[in-house]
């Protein structure tokens, strides 16, 4: 399974951007993607995830109502949707995947995107 990251970029504070990670080779329904993200001296962090087979979605408190996980199915991509960013979202973004539900450890992992948020 691969997957890949995209739509980072510069933001100011407040402003939105919707990721995207493409997956592929993946095979079945019972399959979990997850976002994390990891700032500089930061330990990396668990942000959103979707259980693909039953959408069901999971956040961080602290990104709980600002940012939305969902899924395409026809393009195999799931996206983070992040609203009312905050300076302190700045962070490379990860998306990862596993099979089955939402939960430690993730065995797929693609490459980062920078997320920066400007105040």
């Known amino acids: 399974v691969q997957l890949q990251a995209s739509g980072g970029g510069l933001v100011q504070a407040g402003g939105s951007l919707r990721l995207s990670c493409a997956t592929s080779?993946?095979?079945?329904?019972?399959?979990?993607v997850g976002w994390f993200r990891q700032a500089p001296g930061k330990e990396r962090e668990f942000v959103a995830g979707i259980n693909w087979s039953t959408d069901s979605t999971y956040y961080a408190e602290s990104v709980r109502g600002r940012f939305i996980i969902s899924r395409d199915n026809a393009k195999n991509t799931v996206y983070l949707q992040m609203n009312s960013l905050k300076p302190e979202d700045t962070a490379v973004y990860l998306c990862?995947?596993?099979?089955?539900?939402?939960?430690?450890?993730?065995?797929?992992w693609g490459q980062g995107t920078q997320v920066t948020v400007s105040s």
């Open positions: 990862a995947g596993r099979y089955g539900g939402v939960g430690m450890p993730f065995d797929h």
């Open positions: 080779g993946r095979t079945g329904s019972r399959y979990s």
